[in-house]
Each structure stands twice: as structure tokens, then as C-alpha cells.
């Protein structure tokens, strides 16, 4: 189990750009796979990406592909969700997580540690 801390939220006009940081606690930190969600009110939690644990894979759900790029560095003890071309139906909580899976994984029972979350808004 490791402890995690979202910051890096706010307001953005749409097709800005936002950097999210997850800090996480301990030396531990590479042994994790991390991921980041997304929850809007009335929506299922949904998947964004995945990174291997020494960074080297990434995956990516459809609808955040080519504008997300999750990234990480071990000795900060931090993982990174860079946001670019950012819609209005972006606005959610966004949540950083980790898991004991050895690849990289989608599902969100499989992420067993997760943070407080931090509020994106996009406005027209």
C-alpha cells in the first residue's frame, strides 16, 4: 500500500492545457503500476492511462489518446498526467492510483491505493 496526494487542478478554458502531479509516499513508489481516472456526477469512475512501473509502457483509454501522456519519475516519488486540448465534458474529479500488477491495467479493482482527488473544470 503506498499514499497518494493529486494537486494541479482548476479552471482552464477549453483547448487549454493543465499538468496534474500524484505524490506518493515511501521508497516503494517503483514498485507500483500507476494510473489515472476520471469521475464526472452521474458517471462511472472512468479509466485515462497506465504506466509501467520503470516508465518504459504506457496505455491510454480512446478518448484521452493523442491528448493525455501520463509519465512518471521514481526518484520524485511522482506521477504526471499532462492534459492538452482540454473539452468541456473533461470536467471531473481526477484521481491517481497504484497497483501491485506487474503490466500496466484498466481496471479499477485492480488498484489498490488511491488519492483524494483533484477537481478539473473546462469552461466554453
Known amino acids: 500500500q503506498v499514499q497518494l496526494v493529486e494537486s494541479g487542478g482548476g479552471l482552464v478554458q477549453a483547448g487549454g492545457s493543465l499538468r496534474l502531479s500524484c505524490a506518493a509516499s515511501?521508497?516503494?513508489?517503483?514498485?507500483?503500476?500507476m494510473g489515472w481516472f476520471r469521475q464526472a456526477p452521474g458517471k462511472e469512475r472512468e479509466f485515462l492511462a497506465a504506466?509501467?512501473?520503470?516508465?518504459?509502457?504506457?496505455y491510454y483509454a480512446d478518448p484521452v489518446k493523442g491528448r493525455f501522456t501520463i509519465s512518471r519519475d521514481n526518484a520524485k516519488n511522482t506521477v504526471y498526467l499532462q492534459m492538452n486540448s482540454l473539452k468541456p465534458e473533461d470536467a471531473a474529479i481526477y484521481y491517481c492510483?497504484?497497483?501491485?500488477?506487474?503490466?500496466?491495467?484498466?481496471?479499477?479493482?485492480?488498484?489498490?491505493?488511491w488519492g483524494q482527488g483533484t477537481q478539473v473544470t473546462v469552461s466554453s
Open positions: 515511501g521508497r516503494t513508489f517503483s514498485n507500483y503500476v
Open positions: 504506466i509501467m512501473r520503470d516508465g518504459s509502457r504506457t
Open positions: 492510483a497504484a497497483s501491485n500488477f506487474l503490466t500496466p491495467t484498466s481496471t479499477p479493482t485492480n488498484f489498490g491505493s
